[in-house]
Each structure stands twice: as structure tokens, then as C-alpha cells.
């Protein structure tokens, strides 16, 4: 029977390679395809450890403007580890919770007054309180992100009420 029809198998076999053919094409497609979706769903996954990252600094951040004294590696870090309701539980319960705030009133420095004790000398830092307490505000209009105690610091390290934003940024840095 196969002799009657000689011209049929050359016509499956055809049909099947051009099949072939195109199913080559078609599965290479889709591996560049599924690597493309796989590097796609990489991206997002970074970008969304970007976003919780930018989202957990400037909460960490805006404690630090509300006085609250901690390191700021360390609690990225720790908070890193966390989900997001985690995450925000700790930055806004236990943050305030756990560390203390820098005194943002007037601090009284000593139960006497200079006149009254004049061998008592004052430490830098109760020396430059006050006028840190002043300055913060001011830099901090500056649109930078000043800290009452970078500005203690750099009073204290220049041994003087009259620093500039440069001065408080360098301590700030470490420089």
C-alpha cells in the first residue's frame, strides 16, 4: 500500500521537520524568555530591598532628629533583619522605648552659680550646651541633617560657640 502512495512519507517527513524546526525555535524563544523573567524578578527584589532600606533610614533618621541617641549602622543593620510591620514596631515602640532622648530644654549645668563657686570648672560640654541647643535649629534650616550632639561635639572639639554647618558636617562624617 505504501508503493501506491510513494509521495507521502516525504510529505510527513517534511510536516515533521518543519514541526521540529519550529519547535526548536519556539523552546529557544522561551528560555531567553524565562532567563529574562528571571532577571526581571531579580531587579525587583532589589529594588524592593532598596525602597525598605531608603524607607528604614529615613524613619531611623527622623528619630535621630527627635533626639534619640543610637548608631545608625547598627540599628539599619538590626532592622534590616526584620519585615515591615517588624521593622516599623521596633522603629516606633521600642526605639523610643529603648534609648533616651538628648535633653532638648534648658539643662541646668550645677546647683551653683559661677560667682558663688569659683573653683568650679565647667566641662566643654556643659561650657557649649546651651549655644548647641541654640545652633541645632538654625543649621538644621540650612536643609541639612544636623544632630544636636554633632553640633555639641564640633563646639567642643573647636573650643568655641562659633562653628559653621562645615564644622558640625565634618564631625558628623568623622572627619
Given at each position: 500500500?505504501?508503493?501506491?502512495?510513494?509521495?507521502?512519507?516525504?510529505?510527513?517527513?517534511?510536516?515533521?521537520?518543519?514541526?521540529?524546526?519550529?519547535?526548536?525555535?519556539?523552546?529557544?524563544?522561551?528560555?531567553?524568555?524565562?532567563?529574562?523573567?528571571?532577571?526581571?524578578?531579580?531587579?525587583?527584589?532589589?529594588?524592593?530591598?532598596?525602597?525598605?532600606?531608603?524607607?528604614?533610614?529615613?524613619?531611623?533618621?527622623?528619630?535621630?532628629?527627635?533626639?534619640?541617641?543610637?548608631?545608625?549602622?547598627?540599628?539599619?543593620?538590626?532592622?534590616?533583619?526584620?519585615?515591615?510591620?517588624?521593622?516599623?514596631?521596633?522603629?516606633?515602640?521600642?526605639?523610643?522605648?529603648?534609648?533616651?532622648?538628648?535633653?532638648?530644654?534648658?539643662?541646668?549645668?550645677?546647683?551653683?552659680?559661677?560667682t558663688e563657686n569659683k573653683f568650679a570648672k565647667k566641662s566643654p560640654a556643659e561650657k557649649y550646651?546651651?549655644?548647641?541647643?541654640?545652633?541645632?535649629?538654625?543649621?538644621?534650616?540650612?536643609?541639612?541633617?544636623?544632630?544636636?550632639?554633632?553640633?555639641?561635639?564640633?563646639?567642643?572639639?573647636?573650643?568655641?560657640?562659633?562653628?559653621?554647618?562645615?564644622?558640625?558636617?565634618?564631625?558628623?562624617?568623622?572627619?
Open positions: 500500500m505504501q508503493n501506491s502512495k510513494k509521495g507521502e512519507p516525504d510529505k510527513y517527513r517534511k510536516e515533521r521537520d518543519e514541526a521540529v524546526e519550529k519547535y526548536s525555535k519556539l523552546k529557544e524563544k522561551y528560555s531567553k524568555l524565562e532567563t529574562e523573567c528571571i532577571d526581571l524578578k531579580d531587579q525587583i527584589t532589589e529594588s524592593k530591598k532598596q525602597e525598605r532600606y531608603a524607607k528604614q533610614h529615613a524613619a531611623l533618621t527622623e528619630r535621630q532628629r527627635e533626639g534619640f541617641i543610637f548608631d545608625m549602622d547598627e540599628e539599619l543593620a538590626f532592622v534590616g533583619k526584620f519585615g515591615d510591620e517588624d521593622a516599623d514596631h521596633h522603629i516606633n515602640v521600642r526605639i523610643p522605648e529603648k534609648y533616651n532622648k538628648v535633653p532638648t530644654g534648658d539643662v541646668p549645668l550645677s546647683e551653683w552659680s559661677e550646651s546651651k549655644a548647641a541647643y541654640a545652633a541645632t535649629p538654625v543649621l538644621r534650616g540650612q536643609n541639612q541633617q544636623v544632630d544636636y550632639a554633632s553640633t555639641l561635639k564640633a563646639m567642643c572639639a573647636k573650643d568655641s560657640e562659633d562653628v559653621t554647618l562645615q564644622d558640625v558636617l565634618a564631625v558628623q562624617n568623622g572627619i
